[in-house]
């Protein structure tokens, strides 16, 4: 028999390697095959076995649960289930929002006394690049897996994704120094866009992939709240630009 489970918490092709190892090791399993982009496993069984058994083979790291398949005949008790998953995923986004939150509220204070809104986007995107790079750098092995599953030039060029946290330092600082402004406000269009774009094609295609935007410390679901944090950006640094 042929079972398809969710997996969260894979970040990498190690983690999928990783994965497949584990689950293969248990008793009546004859193959494992995962799918990192679709964070599925696909497992073929002698006999039935437990999702709890699953589980308890893999590292806590990962979390396993079995796939929902539509059904048609549905009784309309099921209709609630959107609302527990979109509960769940607001869950999730909390420590980005929150931080988000918190950015918007420092770069404010520093300018209410007198207020300019240019110097409050400075700011604000100065703190915004040094804050989520802060996260990137906390695994900076893991993160370049992450971030090509949906950026278009990290996936052409690996070295990409590798230098991709201290680009952010770098702009970060050039923001709250005031040092060549327009070529950050340029390279910020550059770089956010490309990453938007990637993001906007994961989010058309319904791919189940994990964000990588506070690097992998964090688990964060692709979702259009990802978009929407780019799009900030992007406005903010052609507002700039323009006037």
Known sequence: MKHTYKISGMTCNNCKASVEKYLSEIDHVS???????????EVKMNKHISTDILQKALPEKYTLSEKNEKNVF??????AMPMEE??????????????IFYIATASILLHYKDWRWNAFMLDFMGLFYIVFS????????????????????????PFYGKVYPFIETALGLMFLMRF??????????VVLGLTTIGVTKTLL???????????????????????????????MASLMLIF
């Open 86 to 99: 979109e509960k769940s995923k607001l869950q999730q986004l909390k420590p980005l929002l929150l931080i």
């Open 74 to 79: 549905a009784s309309s008790s099921m209709s």
């Open 205 to 235: 295609d319904k791919k189940a992939i994990r964000c990588a935007c506070l690097g992998t410390a964090l688990k964060l679901p692709m979702t259009e709240a990802t978009f929407i944090e780019n799009a900030i950006m992007i406005v």
């Open 180 to 189: 060549e402004v327009n070529i950050a406000l340029i390279v910020t269009l």
């Open 31 to 41: 193959e494992v095959s995962v799918n990192l982009e679709k964070g599925e496993a």
């Open 134 to 157: 802060f996260f990137k750098m906390l695994d900076l092995k893991g993160f370049p897996e992450s971030f090509r599953m949906y950026d278009p030039l990290a996936k052409r060029v």
